[in-house]
Every structure is written in structure tokens, then in C-alpha cells.
């Protein structure tokens, strides 16, 4: 076992340098599918299954299929600038990036910058590490009354058989709910940033008519046709067993819009829309982040008053136990499904 894991280590390390100095932008999307496919059996090794889940789900299937609409994209401007005379006009930063790149003493003297400055940023971390405490040490902040707090009587105060879950969404959940919401600001300011205004446009071609010819592609919607019931399934398995066993709402939610995505791409847009449309997916998020609020500010009032929560625990190892928690995972699941779909719908059609 030893062996595998410092063979597993010498792969990440392999496609993690390929991956960055290769310069086919397609192989190196390939090598970072590797990557994430590799850590996730790393997780595994570790015995975190949930982070298993989510690096898979996330990492080599959702963030790969993003990393290749880009490649898809940059070809479709690429194409779309040769045939139009007049190129559009270049942003500032685009003018003082090609002013570095396009001389060549410039660019000797950032290349060298480049090293000394990562070398530096490389060396000050290493200097860090000393200063942290020896991994296992009776002295460590994660050896003290606290933890065994957490291990002891978890099961009890929360109903939660999974304590990493009872960790995150009972004893630490208002600090969770002000990370999401962190989460969320980043997300709209990436929005903001990203979104392609209307006058920019004309200057885009649409990705979704890139993709036309996979609509018709009858393989692959007879597979999504399996896959597709199956990812979902699976992604609610993993929600509702979250408390019990590993796994939790953003593990499940990540496999259950990796399913909506793989849906889209392979019967197209209008089929999807359907089931799903933009109201539709606002109203779900705005109404799961509500119930994620109200059920996380009455456990903040209870808990802050010493009042008795009027919400039973259940019996710990079922299903239907462990009290708000489970509403918090369903929520949290419903969020990061919609959130997840609605990026791969915003970027392959342009919008971002």
C-alpha cells in the first residue's frame, strides 16, 4: 500500500509538470482530467471518500468539460478574426501583455522575473512550514478537549453518525453558512467580471452551434439516456446518506449537475429547457438558500440561548435522523446542482 501511494504521488507529479509545460492546450486538459482522477483515488487511500466523490465529479468531469468549451472558443475567435477585416479593439491589460510577449528583451526579462519571483513565493512557504507544529504532537490545537468534544458527543447533541458532517453543519454552522456566503459574493463578482456585454457579442461565436453536431450523435444519447437517471441517483444517495456515512450535499450535488450537463450537451439545449429554465433554477436556488438560512439562524438562536431545539434528533444511523441536518444537506445538494449547471449553461452559450 505504501508503494502505491508514493507510485500514485510520482504520477500527480508527472502529469501536474507535463500538464504546464506541454504546449497543446487540449493535451494538457487531458493530463489535468489525469490529475484529478489520480487525487480522487488518492482521497480514497486517505479514507475520505466525500472528497473522492467531489474531485471526481468536479474536478475531472465538470471543470475538464469547461476547460475544453474554452479551447472550443478561442478556436471560434481565432476563425471569426481572420475573416473579419477590422479586429476588435484590445482591453489594456490584452496591450500591456503583448507589449512583454512580442519583445524580446521584454520577455527574456519576464521569464526571468516569472522564476525568481515563483522560486521566492516557493521558498517563503517552505520557510513557513517549519514553524508548524509536529504532525501527531500531544501539544497540536487538534489534540485538546475540543476534538474530544466532537468525536464523544457528537452522536448525541447532533444525531449524526458521520462526525465531519455534524462538525460542519451542526457545531460549526453558522461559520459554514458565512463561508457560502463568501462563496456566493465570489461567484457573483466572477459573474460580473466574466459576462460578455452585448456590444462584445458580435465578436463571439456561439458554442452552442460548436456543439450542434453532437445533438444529433444517437451513442450518445442513448448512454446519456443511462448515465444520466443513473448520476442523479446516485448524487441523491449520497445527499441523503451524508449524515450517516460519507458523503454530504456538495459531494451529491456536484454528480447531480454533472448529470444536468451531461443531459444538455448531449440532447441540446431545447430539451433541456423543458425541465429546466432560468426561472425555474433562480426560484429552486432562492428557496433553498432561504430554508439553508432560516434552518441555520434557528439552530444559531437555540443554541446561543441554551432553548431546547423543538426539531428530534431521530435515531442515529437512519435515514431520517440527525434533526435539520438533513435539510441543510438536500438544500446545500440543490444549490450546488443548480449552481454548477448554470455555469456550464452561461458559458457554453456565450454569456460569460
Partial sequence: MLFLRYFLLLLLIVC????????????????????????????????????????????????????????????????????????????VP??????????????????????????????????????????????????????????????????????????????????????STVLFLAASLVLVLLRIDTKDKMHFVSADTDLAGTKNDLILQKISLILVPSLV???????????????????????????FILFEASFGQRRVQKLLNEKSITAIRVIALFTYGGCVSYWFLTGANGIKSAVPLGTPGDILSSGLILIINLVVGIVVACTMYTFYVMFRRGRI
Fill in 16 to 91: 501536474a509538470v507535463t500538464a504546464c509545460v506541454g504546449k497543446n492546450l487540449q493535451t494538457a486538459v487531458i493530463k489535468y482530467m489525469s490529475f484529478s482522477l489520480i487525487m480522487a483515488v488518492v482521497w480514497i487511500l486517505l479514507k475520505s471518500h466525500d472528497l473522492a466523490i467531489t474531485e471526481a465529479a468536479v474536478g475531472a468531469g465538470i471543470t475538464s468539460v469547461l476547460y475544453f468549451l474554452t479551447l472550443k472558443k478561442i478556436r471560434a475567435i481565432d476563425v471569426r478574426k481572420k475573416e473579419d477585416p477590422e479586429e476588435p479593439h484590445e482591453s
Fill in 94 to 179: 490584452l496591450q500591456v501583455a503583448h507589449f512583454f510577449t512580442h519583445n524580446s528583451k521584454m520577455r527574456t526579462f519576464y521569464k526571468i522575473f516569472a522564476v525568481l519571483f515563483c522560486l521566492t513565493f516557493a521558498a517563503i512557504l517552505l520557510y513557513m512550514i517549519t514553524y508548524l507544529p509536529r504532525f501527531g504532537g500531544a501539544t497540536n490545537p487538534g489534540v485538546n478537549e475540543v476534538t474530544e468534544r466532537y468525536i464523544e458527543q457528537g452522536m448525541n447533541e447532533a444525531g449524526v453518525v458521520n462526525i465531519v458532517t455534524g462538525l460542519v453543519l451542526f457545531y460549526r454552522a453558522f461559520d459554514t453558512f458565512g463561508e
Fill in 233 to 259: 441517483y446516485f448524487g441523491l444517495y449520497i445527499i441523503l446518506n451524508g449524515h450517516i456515512s460519507p458523503g454530504g450535499g456538495f459531494s451529491g450535488g456536484s454528480v447531480i449537475g454533472a448529470g
